[in-house]
């Protein structure tokens, strides 16, 4: 009987150690990060391609010995895997910007279950992978929206959460001249650092806000770099060879 008692205690003592599969997540939660660290760098960062003005984007960046960082979704702007899309992954990997996740679809990650979130980032991942060879340390939830379970997954994933500092207002309807002007006040302020939100999907960033923040930007001395370089941190969480184009890149 009482060895009964103990043997029992033991389990409930042992079974309340073993920690569950979401007190696992929680522990290796993802940190959100919202500023660079290392101190004169600007993160120029653009969102929600691949689209079509990243070639011009680049362009500006190299005049100007910059470098940045596309948060990519998988299917927003068309598919990642289309022909012109994975060529343009490819051609940001290649120049030495930074591709990092923008998830999958661009949803709302705080409505959906934990299997559809798991989804949203995997794919996503995967289409990097196979386009540049190169498994993303960085991830940016679509409207910076994220809670817990977004931290939890983006955590087990090994990915870290990125949000900015600076909104140049290109996706929130201000006028382009309005955009200048935060950009213009940005460098007045003279901050130690900056991490700032655009859009790769606006031709008015791609053509007249970027060259006009980075005029601003360089005049007041910061060195334009990526967000991993921003905070001495690697990009990627492995590097290998791009895999050949098969019947599953599909969207
Ligand atoms: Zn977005």
């Known amino acids: 009987m009482l060895a009964a008692v103990v043997l029992t205690l033991y389990l409930a003592v042992l079974g309340s150690a073993l920690p569950t599969d979401q007190e696992l997540e929680r522990r290796q939660r993802a940190s959100v990060i919202t500023r660079c660290t290392v101190p004169n760098t600007a993160a120029l960062t653009f969102d929600d391609g691949p689209f079509n003005y990243i070639y011009d984007i680049n362009k500006v960046l190299k005049a100007n010995n910059a470098v940045g960082t596309f948060f990519f979704n998988g299917r ?25 996740s923008h998830t999958w679809a661009h949803k709302d990650l705080t ?15 995967e ?8 498994t993303p340390a960085f991830m940016r939830p679509p409207y910076g ?9 983006a955590g087990a994933r090994k990915q870290s959460v990125v949000i900015w500092d600076f909104d140049s207002g290109d996706s929130s309807g201000i006028s382009v001249a309005a955009q200048k002007t935060r950009y213009t006040q940005l460098a007045s302020r003279r901050p130690s650092t900056v991490l700032t939100l655009n859009h ?7 053509y007249d806000v970027l060259p006009h923040a980075i005029k601003q930007l360089r005049a007041k001395g910061y060195k ?28």
């Open 76 to 100: 927003n702007y068309g598919c990642i895997y289309s022909a012109d899309n994975a060529k343009r992954v490819k051609f940001a990997y290649d120049q030495g910007h930074q591709v990092a």
């Open 111 to 125: 409505t959906l279950s934990r299997d559809q979130l798991t989804s949203e980032f995997a794919r996503t991942d």
């Open 127 to 134: 289409a990097i992978k196979r386009i540049t060879g190169a």
């Open 145 to 153: 929206k994220y809670n817990n379970a977004v931290l939890d997954v």
């Open 200 to 206: 790769e999907t606006y031709a008015s960033t791609a």
């Open 224 to 251: 334009f770099v990526t967000v991993a370089q921003c905070l001495g941190r690697a990009p990627y969480q492995n590097v290998g060879a791009p895999a050949a184009r098969t019947a599953a890149w599909t969207c």
